[in-house]
Structures are given as C-alpha cells and as structure tokens.
T-cell receptor
C-alpha cells in the first residue's frame, strides 16, 4: 500500500486477555518501529527492527510484551494478559534503512482499551 | 542510546506571536534531528529534519529549526503563529543505525 497500515484501528479487550496488533510497513522499508502514546506521556519507544531482527528491545515495558517481524515486512506486537495500564495508542512507523537521516512514516495507530 | 528532552509540555501563544518550542538532544555521534507534528485526531507527519549541511532548516507551514551543536539543541520556531498551528509537536533524534527516539512532546495552543 501507499502508507503504513495498522490493524485493528480500535481494540477493546478484557483485562487478562491477549491481543495482537498488526503493522504493514511501506513496501521496501527495512526499518520498523513500535511506539506507545499514552495521554500526556508522549511517544514511548517500544522496539525497533532492522529487517527481521530487533537490535533494541529495551523499550518493551514487561515480559508480557513481545514483537516479531517476518519476511522483512509485516510486524505483530503481542500483549499477553493485558492490564488496564496497557490502554494507549500503539503506533507503528517505517523508514528506509539508509544513513539514519531518513524520515519515519507513521500509521494511524491502534487504540487499545483494556476494560 | 540517544535521547531527546523537550522543555515545556505545553506552550501557549497568541495568534501572530513568535512560536518557540525547545528541544535538546543527547547523542554520542553526529545526530540526525527531526520535528514531527500531530494535528488533532491525525497521525504524525514530518515537519522538518536536519541531516548534514546547513544548520538552519526550513520546513512546512513556515516553521524552521536551527541545529546548534555547541548547545546540543534543535529548537523549532515560527515568526507568527496561526490558529491552525495548534497541535502537538515532537522532536526526535536518530543515529546512523536509524533507531529513532522521540521527546515527550509539546502541545501548542494558539489564542485568538
């Protein structure tokens, strides 16, 4: 597609359930990022992929969070045993892996609400 | 890892006044610096970026930012604010490996 696509756009889940969030990056973009945006908290870095590998997983908040990327394309962010504090907008972005000065293009995000 | 600090989570200016949003970065190597804007109920979009060369960078909608290595700063300015500039602004830094980190954001309010 023309842009970064995230699905679902909205997700309401019960506390304790697992959720999977999907990101389709722009075709040909080798770098992929996940961020979390909570009210008043700015953009919290979660994880970054170069191709299928994740050089930096330091932002994942707990071991309930995991992410993978296959085929250098689609990525899924999985949250197990969701908690109310996981409620936020989860943003995905992608960029060409170049010299580091390339623009990151963002999806519209997945709004997760844990009830 | 590289990091960004945005001073002031909320800035309010009058229409026509100067806009100044502050950003300081930390990086062990020459950084690449970005400003992104998020208008209400919209996704993030690039406003401007600095990679190499001229330290004063011009972006969309009349915004500009100046890279000052000695001050480790990349402040965003606009001479005259418009009501349509009301949004959240994020400063970001990346290094050669493309790992991009964002600041906490500054919400700009423009008063009539």
């Amino acid at each position: 597609g023309a842009g970064v696509s995230q699905s679902p756009s909205n997700k309401v889940t019960e506390k304790g359930k697992d959720v999977e969030l999907r990101c389709d990056p722009i075709s040909g973009h080798t770098a992929l990022y996940w961020y979390r945006q909570s009210l008043g908290q700015g953009l919290e870095f979660l994880i970054y992929f170069q191709g299928n590998s994740a050089p930096d997983k330091s932002g994942l908040p707990s071991d309930r969070f995991s992410a993978e990327r296959t085929g250098g394309s689609v990525s899924t962010l999985t949250i197990q045993r969701t908690q109310q504090e996981d409620s936020a907008v989860y943003l995905c972005a992608s960029s060409l892996l170049g010299n580091g000065g390339t623009e990151a293009f963002f999806g519209q995000g997945t709004r997760l609400t844990v009830v | 890892a590289q990091s960004v600090t945005q001073l002031g989570s909320h800035v309010s200016v009058s229409e026509g006044a100067l806009v100044l949003l502050r950003c300081n970065y930390s990086s062990s190597v020459p950084p690449y610096l970005f400003w992104y804007v998020q208008y209400p109920n919209q996704g993030l979009q690039l406003l401007l970026k600095y990679t190499t060369g001229a330290t004063l960078v011009k972006g969309i909608n009349g915004f500009e930012a100046e890279f000052k290595k000695s001050e480790t700063s990349f402040h965003l300015t606009k001479p005259s604010a418009h009501m349509s500039d009301a949004a959240e602004y994020f400063c970001a830094v990346s290094e050669v490996d493309n790992d991009m980190r964002f600041g906490a954001g500054t919400r700009l309010t423009v008063k009539p």
